[in-house]
């Protein structure tokens, strides 16, 4: 509105980049001008992608802005440039807003005081800012680009970013939380790089899917893969096994079975960094990915039948997952470990509505559903690592049972997490409920019944785990590690406005989000180009409440009454559970992460090292023989030439010069 | 013809004057070291930036900027109407960046040297080898006719193996000969049995001039004999598995400066061999050759970075890193497809780079620490915040992460194998596993570097260590300006892609 949107699409990602660049410059002039210029660049950042939104309210549009095109070699061209449209920007708003956020958040956040109440700052802060504004910024290029390299450039400079913040407290020296690590350190930069391998793990896929792709359809570009008349028609049946590879990226992104092992341990960073990751960028790229091909992959499915396949395995795996992650989330202790797996689940969630774009008639409901979700939970997420980073910081512990009976201490705190857990559990009127009601619907509709049971069982569990949550921060007793705190004169208190401020603005946003559905609905169906005019948007009809919403009713009821009962009653006493098979299942992570690091890390440990011992030296060892035979020759010599500078030697290669040379002139 | 400036002479003198100013130069280092450590250094260091001033003055020159050659051949040999040999100087596109990098890196390591390398015997004969080794490799670089190329080619094995056997980082003289020797048998063998398919060229052909070979039509079953045999010379060259043998040792033995030039510029040279020589010459007879080479290139990658993880020792690590790059690069000309090409040609200028750039940082570390051995390494980054920086650009880099170079080189080698899997078409999965193997390759090279910057700049400092600070500024300098140029190339690729490209269209006969 008040910059032409072309140029918004650049800035928007722009701006943080710059900001990470200059973030060293000033942070040798004033620590503080280096933080206010943080903050800065990420209002500005939130600002150019409003902007770009209430572009798109006014008049949707899709604008494919080309900037550069390399042509490398015949028929190889490299593009450089945006693709302005509804979901990009709705995706650069998402990153922009919350991280600015995330950004404000921070400043507060990750300030300490140390034993005499002097404020400590973290002597690494510079190295914090420049990657959250470039985490930022990789997150807005993603989005924005107009080619699917461009997107794998930012898909991969998110994964940097992450390896950075989550190993941040790199050389802390307090005893690690797990044993096979001396220093927490150690475990903090062990949990960085593991982000970084699995999400590589399926970034080969994603490269491979991608440079495959280009070979049938002739260019990276998304705008034109949908002119596809153009494509190599002989190839078409490799497509599923290219969509397939394709949906490796996100699997690993946005941490799906088998490659959701990653994200529990990168709760080792700044809990703004959770944030950061869970909310606003990373776990939403993979989703963002797949909402983009799949207009694609629709259309292609009218000539390849075969391309069902994907839609079936986005979904499976979707289903799965959510309902993997939300058993899993049931038994943790440590309460952002509890919003990690129930952000796992929740994408489970997006995949599964995603991938029944293409098993479902009505193939819009379904993708907005997976789309309307991916905002939802971006806002409640965003507002629950928060408030959990505000509790973690006034208590100083990351576990559950070292909290409790907190809620009087920090009424704001404890008023937005819970605005946040009702949200997540689906209550009405808050915009999870909207969200995972469109969700049902589409499944309902769709006749995709199997998907829809595993969805409603895993509501159950998200309910039930939430106010678990809930009851057991800031309900009941306060804990030994509290009353300890206390008794040396720490008080338990409310965060800092710059913590707050953010949590009000998410609060309020989670709960009246449910209005944004009817905003949602508008800003697709008015477009008139590009991708996302495959689906019939103007066919929705907002708020739609029907018989899924017994279902949501019911969840209500099973999942957090019992939780109620147990968790702020304390009618039940859980605790014999402790040593049954099913709670050490699901403690264990269904041994998936041990077998994983078993046959990946240790096994191919043990490979290379018996490689290594056997295969390796025996050819080293025989090469060395050989020349251990001319080596008795130099030393021959040697005994016959004496020449300070091994005489022998030269005289063996201007031998062989010579040789040369006469074969050369004769 | 426009370039970015305009030089007084005629652009084949800069060439001729690189040439010339460093073997003469070397002979007066040489001389100069007798006297004076530092004026070695000092004449060394100014040889080796005048010829890089020279070769950039030729690159922004009018002929090469606008996708042009300049050529300048004496006859050498024969009479002049019908010349059997030429000695010339070619410098395009391709030529010019490869000879920048190669005296880019002869700089920086004497420069590197001159910090790193304490209480040298005899400092002429070193800093003149030095440059002698540059000079060949040079000569290398701007060779016109076959057998140009391949007295450089061996020639710029005997400053090779004296600094390998004089200044070995054994103690043992016996050791470091072995060392040494095993090194030089293996390379000059690969030189010779690559001279023995000159002479098959020069037998049916009648010439040894490059650009005349390419446009001559070879009978395809020759072509397929002198290709195999060329590309085993080669082959030993470049250290791919299971030829690699003598890089291990020798990697180990050689001080850093002197490793730098190995396998950062000396491996190069196999591999301009092959873009130059064999593949425009050669092209319709190797396509037989393909999925073999594919496969060797494949069992590269994995053999390097399966051997690189299993390492107690950075330098080492760094040296099978090495082996496996070059796997990458073989990978690339294996598919034999424009876009592959262009990508190993374009890897091989980054690799260059980024294969220095984390030696000069093991080095760095070596003269601070001590040590070079992982167990004995820990928590560095906060005391080094310069040096981690720049060995963690590198490490990210050579992993295969953009925004840095090594990215673009990387996917373009593998849209080669991607676009081979197009051409083979439905049914034929080979090329579409080989694709996604080689993709994986680079997940593997992610786990060892990523697993190297985790022992030695994270978590604790081992007791000893704790007052160790970051390296000399010199050293940070180099080291900054490389990865500099690593984030720069990333960023902006079209600044080699607008040299390399035009030079390699119609290398592989359509593609």
Redesign the interface.
Known sequence: MILPLELLGWLVFVVPIAGALFTPVFGKIHPTLREVMAVLVGFITAFLALDMVLDMLISPTSIDNNL?T?????G?EVEFGVLIDPLSVLLACIAGGIGSLIILFSVGYMTGHDAEGNVVKD??LTRYYFFMQFFVAGMILLVMANNM?MT??GW??V??CS?ALI?FW??L?EPSPVPEY??E??YN??SG?KA??VT??G???L??GI??L???TGTFNYTEMLQTDAW?V??F??LP?VAI?IFAGPIGKSAQFPLHIWLPEAMAGPTTVSALIHAAAMVKAGVYLVARIIPIFLEVMQTVPEMIVFFQTVAAIGAFTAFMAATMALVQDEIKKVLAYSTVSQLGYMFMALGATGLVAESVSAYAAGTFHLLAHALFKALLFLAAGSVLHAVQSKKMSDMGGIRKDMKVTFAAFTVGALSLAGVFPFVGFWSKELIFEALWLGGQYIIFLIAFITAILTAFYTFRMVGITFFGEKSEHIKSLESHGHHIHEAPPTMTIPLIILAVLAATGGILEIVFFGYFSGLETGALTHFDWAHLAPFALGITTIFTIAVWLVGITPAYLIYWRNKYDLSRFKDGFLYKFLWNRWYINALWYRIFVDG??W???A??ARV?SA??A???A???G??GV??GWRRTMTGV??TN??GM?VG??AF?LIL??L | MQGIIDIPIPSHDLMILTLLGLIFGGLLVMLAGKWSEKGAQALASLVLLGGLALNVFLLLGPEVWSGGEVLYEVVW?GSADSPI?NMGFRGDGLSTPIAILVLGLGLFSILFSTVYMKNLKQPG?YYSLMVWFVAAMVGVIYATDL?QF??FY??M??PA??LV??YGVSEDP?KR??N???F???T?AGGIVS?FAVFMLFGYAGTMSISTLTSASIPVEIAKFIGIIFLLGFGMKLGLV?LH??A??VYGEAPIPVLILLSGAMTKTAAYGVIRIVIPILSEGLRGYASGLMVISLITMF?GA??A???KDLKMMLAYSSISQLGYLMFGYSTMT??GV?GAAFQLINHGILASLTFFCAGALKMKTGTMKFDKLG?L??KMPVLATVYIIGA?ALAG???MSA?VGE??I??G???R??LA??GQPFY?VM??LA??A??LT??YY??S??RI?????PEGMEDARDSPRLILVITGLMAFVVVILGVW??ML?RFI?PV??GVVGGG
């Open positions: 550069i390399w042509v490398i070699t015949a190889i002597p690494s390299l794998f450039i991969e400079i994964g940097m390896y190993g790199h050389n020296k001396k220093t350190g150690e930069a062990a790089m970084f391998m590589r793990v970034d080969i896929g490269l491979a440079l495959l280009f070979f049938i190599a002989g190839l049946h490799l096994i590879l191919y440990l490979l290379s090292n490689i290594h390796e050819l080293l025989f090469s060395g050989l020349s251990g001319m080596d130099s030393r500078l091994n030697v030269l290669m062989i010069i040369l050369i002139f | 040999l040999m004969l057998m391949f007295v061996e020639l094995l005997i193996f004296v056997y004089v016996v000969s072995k040494a020797l095993q030089w048998i293996w000059a001279l299971p043998v003598w291990p040792p053999y399966m051997m993880i299993s390492q424009s876009i262009n928590g980054a906060p990210l992460t953009p925004p990215f996917w373009m593998f849209a194998a991607a676009e899997t197009a078409g439905v579409l694709t996604v993709v994986v680079t997940g992610a786990a990523l697993w910057i985790r700049f994270f978590g604790q400092v690729p079209w892609w490209g390699l269209t």
